[in-house]
């Protein structure tokens, strides 16, 4: 079994930082690219950032400037680091992943159970 766990929402004030994390566990062969999407209430789900194994990142155009991505392969983690915050960033996280597991050595999408951020006036 593979599992994504995001951790470090909250609230926090406009113009505030925050740092969001998730640890991917199980029985994991390899992982490819990490990346966060969000959710606003009553909206669709967002691509927000993305690491390839090797470190190249993507951004989108909304949180660039004030969103870093980053991972530690040796761990199994990727990070999103939080600056400027703004009351549209209120959203709830979701940590996604491309994995191999040693089951199956099949390439699979995994998402994590999301985690709450609220930005406040």
């Known amino acids: 079994q593979v599992q994504l766990v995001e951790s470090g929402g909250g609230l926090v004030q406009a113009g505030g930082s925050l740092t969001l994390s998730c640890a991917a566990s199980?029985?994991?062969?390899?992982?490819?690219?990490m990346g966060w999407y969000r959710q606003a209430p009553g909206k669709l789900r967002e691509f927000v950032a993305g690491i390839t194994r090797s470190g190249t990142t993507n951004y989108a155009g909304s949180v660039k400037g004030r969103f870093t991505i980053s991972r530690d392969n040796a761990k199994n983690m990727v990070y999103l680091q939080m600056t400027s915050l703004k009351l549209e960033d209120t959203a709830v996280y979701y940590c996604?992943?491309?994995?191999?597991?040693?089951?199956?050595?099949?390439?699979?999408?995994?998402w994590g159970q999301g985690t709450q951020v609220t930005v406040s006036s």
């Open positions: 996604n992943a491309e994995i191999q597991s040693t089951a199956t050595f099949v390439l699979r999408n995994y």
């Open positions: 199980g029985s994991i062969a390899s992982i490819n690219t």
